[in-house]
T-cell receptor, first 109, second 113 residues
């Protein structure tokens, strides 16, 4: 099945800093989603982005499908951005999302 | 708010017992997927139900089973609980199979003692 790798595993920032999270995947995909998991375990959808670029406020994402990677950009980070960010992908008629191991983001005041 | 609800939120069981977790899908969605998330790991796919039929299964033993009802809500049943079954169980609903967006519930945290 598809392999998903995320980097970095951990990231510590000061409030106001910008960051880039990366997701590499091993094969072509028809679904790629970025999630933020809050401390209570809820997975919050950030982007559905199997290809192209999207922006939502301070967050944006780009997926380059031909090169099999996706990037999540967080600008002007806030303490509420802290948590684990997951990338997940599926391919073809395969129904399951395969998750990376996540990036633990800590934003300090 | 994803419109996907799970119950209960927390559960404590002892080894060997059986447990049933429930999930109500978002309105208009006919597919439910279940995932297990161990501490410090990413979610792992258990199985998916599409229009009341199992539509695929991950690497989990047969003591993990499920159902989907005509209103597309779903249950996850785990028999003969083991200590390693302690995890956050997440349910996701989507409009179809394959590449459709999956929306997750808040999860059920299961502790097996």
């Amino acid at each position: 099945g598809i392999q998903v790798e995320q980097s970095p595993p951990d990231l510590i920032l000061q409030e106001g800093a910008n960051s880039t999270l990366r997701c590499n995947f091993s094969d072509s995909v028809n679904n790629l989603q970025w999630f933020h998991q809050n401390p209570w375990g809820q997975l919050i959808n950030l982007f559905y982005i199997p290809s192209g670029t999207k922006q939502n406020g301070r967050l944006s994402a780009t997926t380059v499908a031909t090169e099999r990677y996706s990037l999540l950009y967080i600008s002007s980070s806030q303490t509420t951005d802290s948590g684990v960010y997951f990338c997940a992908a599926s391919r073809g008629s395969n129904y399951k999302l395969t998750f990376g191991k996540g990036t633990l983001l800590t934003v300090n005041p | 708010e994803t419109g996907v609800t799970q119950s209960p939120t927390h559960l404590i069981k002892t080894r060997g017992q059986q447990v049933t977790l429930r999930c109500s899908s978002q309105s208009g969605h006919n597919t439910v997927s279940w995932y297990q998330q161990a501490l410090g790991q990413g979610p792992q796919f258990i199985f998916q139900y599409y229009r009341e039929e199992e539509n695929g299964r991950g690497n989990f033993p047969p003591r993990f089973s499920g159902l989907q009802f005509p209103n597309y809500s779903s249950e996850l049943n785990v028999n003969a609980l083991e200590l390693d079954d302690s995890a956050l169980y997440l349910c996701a609903s989507s409009r179809g199979q394959g590449g459709d967006i999956q929306y997750f519930g808040a999860g059920t945290r299961l502790s097996v003692l």
